[in-house]
């Protein structure tokens, strides 16, 4: 099975300012027929299932706010909140769909307020 | 829109049994793979099980591999998660999950139920 590895385990932010969550997968996820990757990121605040945020690595789910943005390819990726707000505290994991199920999540980083 | 209901979760001893249930509606359910996803107290979710529309394939994770079987009801609209054997570390909320796909492509995990709560303990 394809190992995520999210780090920092958590981190805390002012509001207004950026956070970066990073994620490494043990294997590739590009595809190369359609040059996507397959990799998604989610927030969870307490007592809520996952959300979708981001798939294919870097597009924004419908409804998620552009400051949420994601970049990176094959092994490497990179959750990015722009400009840090209150209701983005919460839990987030990424996720790897490439190939045949099962998909594993990263073991999540959490985000607080500074 | 979509709606996952899981029900049949609760308190059993190790060694025991239990089967969960998850009601789909508002998406042709008959169309979709669908997930079974677990998440431990303080811990991040576990894709556990998976099952095609036409229940021509399966895919467990190894740690429920032998234990856990998952099936539908197609007419009932209904996935279902069969656990036996069960132990301390099966203790966990159980999310049924519908996948997204995007022009042909999966595009992770769109829908999840509330989950069900699972408790192995004697």
């Known amino acids: 099975d394809i190992v995520m590895t999210q780090s920092p385990d958590s981190l805390a932010v002012s509001l207004g300012e950026r956070a970066t969550i990073n994620c490494k997968s043990s294997q590739s996820v590009l595809y190369s027929s359609n040059n996507k990757n397959y990799l998604a990121w989610y927030q969870q605040k307490p007592g809520q299932p996952p959300k979708l945020l981001i798939y294919?690595?870097?597009t924004r789910e419908s409804g998620v706010p552009d400051r949420f943005s994601g970049s990176g390819s094959g092994t490497d990726f990179t959750l990015t909140i722009s400009s840090l707000q209150a209701e983005d505290v919460a839990v987030y994991y990424c996720q790897q769909c490439y190939g045949n199920p099962p998909y594993t999540f990263g073991g999540g980083t959490k985000v607080e307020i500074k | 829109q979509v709606q996952l209901v899981e029900s049949g979760g609760g308190v059993v001893q190790p060694g025991g049994s239990l089967r969960l249930s998850c009601a789909a509606s508002g998406f042709t359910f008959s169309n979709s793979g669908m997930h079974w996803v677990r998440q431990a107290p303080g811990a991040g979710p576990e894709s556990v099980a998976f099952?095609?529309?036409?229940?021509?394939?399966?895919f467990y994770a190894d740690s429920v591999k032998g234990r856990f079987t998952i099936s539908r009801d197609n007419s009932k609209n209904t996935l279902y998660l069969q656990m036996n054997s069960l132990r301390t570390e099966d203790t966990a909320v159980y999310y049924c999950v519908k996948p997204r796909w995007v022009a042909g492509s999966l595009a992770g995990f769109g829908d999840w139920g509330q989950g069900t709560l699972v408790t192995v303990s004697s």
């Open positions: 294919w690595a870097s």
């Open positions: 099952i095609r529309h036409d229940e021509s394939s399966k």
